[in-house]
């Protein structure tokens, strides 16, 4: 029987997409840089139906790449433009809400429910799941726990892998891992949930998640600041910590990136003048009502004009304005392609070497590519900056790639230099195999190689993704 056929009576009909139009949308990334050939869609609707359709894989010996909202910016769930025949194994019908605890804060979803999903059946239950970020609406929890999603609350929650208590996975042999766990203390051996978090498809398919929910947000502060520079952000980040509430986001925006959002997102309007060269984006909240967040925000945010570190401030007045400025800053990658063709980094530092990074990748893009533009903001709360390589009109995007192919690598380079990481958060996939290579300590990827080795002998796991 010829292997479609195969899956097609092991999984129903619905469940095989195997048209070519059906299938174009799962064969290119979301950036358009990346293309694949997969020979069908699977979308299998339970547990045992992705254990089914990995078993069946395992015998047709087919490369088997795990999807989830299709929003990685490494082209990590798209299959290689030459690689193995293969299969997308789209996540997107395995999308219930098993459970939620609000007395244990604990939430059971399935890999394809939305990230944004997840965080308003936590509001329902009076409760907070504080992953956030700009792909939230279609960025499911099965892709963000594969690439370790961070966003703009890290500072104060951590990262997804911070989030979850346990997971169930399927193995690349069908068998299926049941670790769905609630509790919050077992040394009962390796924590094998993080083996799975972060290896972007390349270990198994994660197919449900328990997570962890915190006391609800009921007050939120919002402001945008002028900043003298990153080092004066520094000190106002500093500030902002100690005020007394909650600090909950801490964004760093270069004016270009707002200018860029203001030019092509829809009904954006400019917060304030942009005469300074740099913005803080910041977000104080708590869960009581009695704690005085306004009060403390703007104690602090008045501190800083006094010590010369802010310049001005917005501080929001209504929900329509803190929307206005958090929009500038999630529709910012949207807008930024289309502005221009641009060479994206995800690095990370500590934090207090965010204004020295800064200095040398100008210095860099001075030196070797005058004609490029940075554009450059992150989450400077937790040290993670992305910044960008535009390219000048009239290049297309394989041009500029061309004319700077090392920029992504050098950028990562001086982040490792800081004490920083090359990925911060985006993850590895197709786009950063070559800075994995370069910058990754040998032993770890021995390591790394060696997991793979045990838990995907055939290597038929999202090929060519994440290991060198
Ligand atoms: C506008 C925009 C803003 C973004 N902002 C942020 C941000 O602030 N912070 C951040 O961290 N990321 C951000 N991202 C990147 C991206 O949204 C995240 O990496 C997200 O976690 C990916 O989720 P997804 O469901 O789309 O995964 P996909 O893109 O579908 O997959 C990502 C990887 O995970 C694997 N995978 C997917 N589902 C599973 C599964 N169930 N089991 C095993 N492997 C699986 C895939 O094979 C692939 O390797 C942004 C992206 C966009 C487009």
């Given at each position: ?18 048209e ?11 950036r ?13 609707g ?5 254990s089914?359709?990995l ?13 989830g909202g299709?929003?990685?910016l ?23 809400l ?8 604990s939430?059971?979803?399935?890999a ?7 965080q308003q ?25 594969s690439?370790?999603?961070?966003g703009?609350r ?8 911070d ?18 766990r609630?509790v ?16 972007e498809?390349t ?16 007050l ?9 520079s ?6 106002l980040l ?5 005020c007394?509430?909650e ?46 967040v ?9 501190a ?31 807008c930024a ?26 210095g860099?893009?001075?030196r ?16 993670n ?11 297309s995007?394989?041009?500029w ?13 001086i ?12 993850g590895?996939g197709?786009?950063?195999?070559a800075?994995?290579a ?22 038929r796991?999202?090929?060519g993704?994440?290991?060198?």
């Amino acid at each position: 029987m010829a292997p479609l056929d195969a899956l097609r009576d092991t999984l129903g009909p619905a469940a095989v997409l195997r048209e070519e139009a059906e299938i174009a949308p799962y064969a290119v990334d979301w950036r358009g840089v990346y293309r694949g050939a997969p020979l069908a869609v699977l979308r299998p609707g339970t547990t045992a139906e992705v254990s089914a359709a990995l078993r069946l894989c395992a015998r047709l010996g087919l490369a088997v790449v795990p999807a989830g909202g299709r929003t990685s910016l490494c082209g990590a769930a798209v299959p290689l433009a030459e690689g193995p025949p293969s299969v997308v194994l789209s996540l997107e019908r395995l999308n219930r809400l098993r459970e939620v605890d609000a007395l244990d804060n604990s939430l059971i979803a399935e890999a394809g429910c939305t990230v944004e999903a997840v965080q308003q059946a936590a509001e329902a239950a009076g409760r907070l799941f504080p992953l956030h970020f700009g792909a939230q609406g279609s960025a499911m929890i099965g892709g963000a726990l594969s690439t370790n999603a961070g966003g703009i609350r890290t500072l104060r929650y951590g990262n997804a892998r911070d989030l979850v208590l346990g997971l169930e996975v399927v193995l690349p042999d069908g068998r299926v891992l049941d670790d769905l766990r609630r509790v919050r203390k077992d040394n009962s051996g390796y924590a094998l949930r993080h083996l799975f978090i972060g290896a972007e498809g390349t270990l198994g398919v994660i197919t449900a998640a328990s997570l962890k929910l915190f006391p609800r947000l009921v007050l939120r502060e919002t402001a945008l600041v002028a900043v003298r520079s990153p080092r004066a952000a520094l000190a106002l980040l500093a500030r902002c910590q100690e005020c007394g509430a909650e600090l909950v986001a801490f964004e760093l925006i270069h004016r270009l990136c707002i200018e860029i959002a203001l030019r092509h997102g829809a009904g954006l309007r400019q917060p304030m003048p942009l005469a300074a060269e740099w913005y803080c984006l910041v977000e104080c909240a708590s869960p009581h009502a009695a704690i005085p967040v306004r009060a403390a925000l703007e104690g602090a945010l008045m501190a800083g004009i006094e010590a010369g570190e802010a310049e001005e401030v917005v501080l929001c007045e209504t929900e329509a304005q803190r929307r206005n400025l958090w929009a500038i800053r999630e529709d910012f990658p949207e807008c930024a392609r289309r502005e221009a063709p641009g060479l994206p980094t995800d690095t990370s530092v500590p934090v207090s070497r965010i204004p020295d990074f800064l200095e040398r990748v100008a210095g860099l893009i001075a030196r070797a590519y005058p004609e490029g533009r940075m554009v450059a903001l992150g989450h400077m709360g937790d040290g993670n900056i992305h910044l960008s390589l535009q390219a000048p009109p009239g290049l297309s995007h394989a041009q500029w790639a061309a004319r700077a192919p090392r920029f992504e690598e050098e950028v990562g380079e001086i982040a490792v230099e800081l004490g920083g990481s090359f990925s911060a958060e985006h993850g590895i996939g197709q786009s950063k195999r070559a800075a994995m290579a370069a910058l990754k300590p040998a032993v770890a990827l021995d390591v790394m190689r060696a997991i793979k080795a045990v838990l995907d002998p055939e290597g038929r796991m999202n090929p060519g993704k994440l290991l060198p």
